[in-house]
T-cell receptor, first 113, second 114 residues
Framework: NAGVTQTPKFQVLKTGQSMTLQCAQD?????MYWYRQDPGMGLRLIYY???????DKGEVPNGYNVSRLNKREFSLRLESAAPSQTSVYFC????????????FGQGTRLTVV | AQSVTQLDSHVSVSEGTPVLLRCNYS??????LFWYVQHPNKGLQLLLK??????LVKGINGFEAEFKKSETSFHLTKPSAHMSDAAEYFC????????????FGPGTSLSVIP
């Protein structure tokens, strides 16, 4: 019972490099999310997707792009990484509807040097 | 747009004493409210959620929270702290205008002193 799976778990990038964080869920959830976690700031929503084929900006979308490839997969892309994007990234999924909770992956620790 | 304020960035209690972690929310419509816990270097775990069925919500590990609409609050409590409760706690909100948008508060770090 995998739940939400993120890859990779750790990554070091040089400034200006690009990379894609992958996320997949096997719970048949409609909605998927990408957050970043920084000390003292909680989890901030980067982008979310209410269903396959739709994506919406969250609180901090600048510098990121997303793709909802199908119902299972939601990827986050950094086109030109900056040190300010050093963070822990969490993917989550959720069944649509009031009071349904989100389920989280284990996180990706990204360092941009 | 919905938002969450957690009034204390850090709370320290002695083992065996009560815990109170405060949360206030802003929401245009009927909110859904959640508390999550994150232990050091671990993922996020749901503690409890408000479903509008009852204003006092019981969660795992002896935690509970009370929804007070008049005060726009959803404070988390536990009668007696245990060492294993030391963690980061997040209050989370979504609302009727957009069930899909889930917003976290900044978190409260709970320390438990032996």
């Amino acid at each position: 019972n995998a739940g939400v799976t993120q890859t990779p778990k750790f990554q070091v990038l040089k400034t200006g490099q690009s990379m894609t964080l992958q996320c997949a869920q096997d719970m048949n959830h409609n909605s998927m999310y990408w957050y970043r976690q920084d000390p003292g700031m909680g989890l901030r929503l980067i982008y979310y997707s209410a269903s396959e084929g739709t994506t919406d900006k969250g609180e901090v979308p600048n510098g990121y792009n997303v793709s909802r490839l199908n119902k299972r997969e939601f990827s986050l892309r950094l086109e030109s990484a900056a040190p300010s994007q050093t963070s822990v990234y969490f993917c989550a999924s959720r069944l649509q509807g009031k009071s349904t909770e989100a389920f989280f992956g284990q996180g990706t620790r990204l360092t941009v040097v | 747009a919905q938002s969450v304020t957690q009034l204390d960035s850090h709370v320290s209690v002695s083992e065996g004493t009560p815990v109170l972690l405060r949360c206030n929310y802003s929401s245009s419509y009927s909110p859904s409210l959640f508390w999550y816990v994150q232990h050091p270097n671990k993922g996020l775990q749901l503690l409890l959620k408000y479903t509008s069925a009852a204003t006092l919500v019981k969660g795992i590990n002896g935690f509970e929270a009370e929804f007070k609409k008049s005060e726009t609050s959803f404070h988390l409590t536990k009668p007696s702290a245990h060492m294993s409760d030391a963690a980061e706690y997040f209050c989370v909100v979504s609302d009727e205008t957009s069930y899909d948008k889930v917003i976290f508060g900044p978190g409260t770090s709970l320390s438990v002193i032996p």
